[in-house]
Structure formats: structure tokens, C-alpha cells
């Protein structure tokens, strides 16, 4: 079935980069996502990337997309306390099918 | 209102007792599914709606879970003999068409005793 994949910490200092990592295995994936989801709130999209491209900037957010080896990665450039957070990678396959998510990693910024 | 509602925001209850948990969609969102979030984990796909039918309730875990949407909006997930396995946050997302993002509500948190 399907299947997404994602490390489960990542810890960086402010001002750094941080990239976070994501695995799926659904060949048939139309749009990847990432939400992210701050403690006692709910998952808010950052950005998504369809799956006919392979890169896409927003800002401080580069999303780059592997589908040879269906890996998706995140980066955050010049990442901000603020930034700490859960970040969820979703995959949705066919038209018409719901998100599926991996576990979420936690990023930790310090400063 | 702005975004997706959901009440309650907390909900305990005991073991076997039955619960309803409420969600209010964007307005105009056509979409709605329900999702469920246990403590260190991703959410998890129950079902979802294209307006009032249910398109895909694969992710129910059994027949204690129910949900509707009868009026293409507001929807109800609804578990029958509550299990102290069902606690959890139970999330709520609208979508404006079948494929578009999804908006979250911020959860209803359920606690079985």
C-alpha cells in the first residue's frame, strides 16, 4: 500500500539551513505536500510541488522532488526559531483520493 | 467563519459511551475529510466526503465510526462504544475541489477513560 517515509528530528542552529528528508512510495502520486503543524495547532500548508516538476522555490522554502527515487526534501534557508515545528510530508495519488502522511519530523532550531 | 471549525475542542468521555464530533468546513468548500492524530504519529485518513456522499470511507477502523454530511456541509464523525484505543485528535480538513490543498481545523482531542 502506501507508503510515506520521514526521519523523525532534526536539530539545526538559527541562521542555518535545514533540509528534511521524505520517502513515498506511491508511483502514481499527482501533488506531494508539506504541512507544517506548530504544538496545540492545526497542519498548516507550507507548499506542495506537482508531480510533474522537480523543483520549486517560495521564499525561503525550496522543495526539490526525485520521482525516479521518490524522494521529496525540504529546505528552509536561513531557518528561524520560529520555524521549530512538526513537518509532514503528504502524497496524494489518483484524482479524487485523500492526503496520505508520514509521520512527521520534529525540527528543533536554537539559537 | 475564516477557517474550518471543529467542536468540541476536547472532548472525555468513558469507555463505551458514544461520542459526536463536529466540523464546520470552509464555506463553499465541496470537499471534507476527517483525519485522526494519535500522540508522535502522522495524521490518519478516515473518510472523506464529496459533498453530501461519502467518496471514500476506507480508513474507518470498524464499524463503531460513522460519519455524514448530510446537507453538503457541516459534517458529523460519530463512534459508537467508545475503546480507550479511540483517543486521540480527531482533524477536520476542507478542500474547494476533489484535488485541491487541504485546510485543517485545529482538532477535536478525544479522551476514552
Known amino acids: 500500500g502506501e507508503d510515506v517515509e520521514q526521519s523523525l528530528f532534526l536539530s539545526v542552529r538559527e541562521g542555518d539551513s535545514s533540509v528534511i528528508n521524505c520517502t513515498y512510495t506511491?508511483?502514481?502520486?499527482?501533488?506531494l505536500y508539506w504541512y507544517k503543524q506548530e504544538p496545540g495547532a492545526g497542519l498548516q500548508l507550507l507548499t506542495y510541488?506537482?508531480?510533474?516538476?522537480d523543483m520549486k522555490q517560495d521564499q525561503r522554502l525550496t522543495v526539490l522532488l526525485n520521482k525516479k527515487d521518490k524522494h521529496l526534501s525540504l529546505r528552509i534557508a536561513d531557518t528561524q526559531t520560529g520555524d521549530s515545528a512538526i513537518y509532514f510530508c503528504?502524497?496524494?495519488?489518483?484524482?479524487?483520493?485523500?492526503?496520505?502522511f508520514g509521520k512527521g519530523t520534529t525540527l528543533s532550531v536554537s539559537s | 467563519g475564516a477557517g474550518v471549525s471543529q467542536t468540541p475542542s476536547n472532548k472525555v468521555t468513558e469507555k463505551g459511551k458514544y461520542v459526536e464530533l463536529r466540523c464546520d468546513p470552509i464555506?463553499?468548500?465541496?470537499?471534507l475529510y476527517w483525519y485522526r492524530q494519535s500522540l508522535g504519529q502522522g495524521p490518519e485518513f478516515l473518510i472523506y466526503?464529496?459533498?453530501?456522499?461519502?467518496?471514500?470511507d476506507s480508513g474507518l477502523p470498524n464499524d463503531r465510526f460513522f460519519a455524514v454530511r448530510p446537507e453538503g456541509s457541516v459534517s458529523t464523525l460519530k463512534i459508537q462504544r467508545t475503546e480507550r484505543g479511540d483517543s486521540a485528535v480527531y482533524l477536520c480538513?476542507?478542500?474547494?475541489?476533489?484535488?485541491?490543498?487541504?485546510?485543517f481545523g485545529e482538532g477535536s482531542r478525544l479522551t476514552v477513560l
Open positions: 506511491d508511483s502514481s502520486s499527482t501533488y
Open positions: 464555506s463553499g468548500h465541496t470537499a
Open positions: 466526503f464529496q459533498g453530501t456522499g461519502a467518496a471514500d
Open positions: 510541488i506537482f508531480s510533474n516538476m
Open positions: 480538513a476542507s478542500s474547494p475541489r476533489v484535488s485541491g490543498e487541504l485546510f
Open positions: 503528504a502524497e496524494r495519488g489518483q484524482a479524487g483520493t485523500a492526503l496520505i
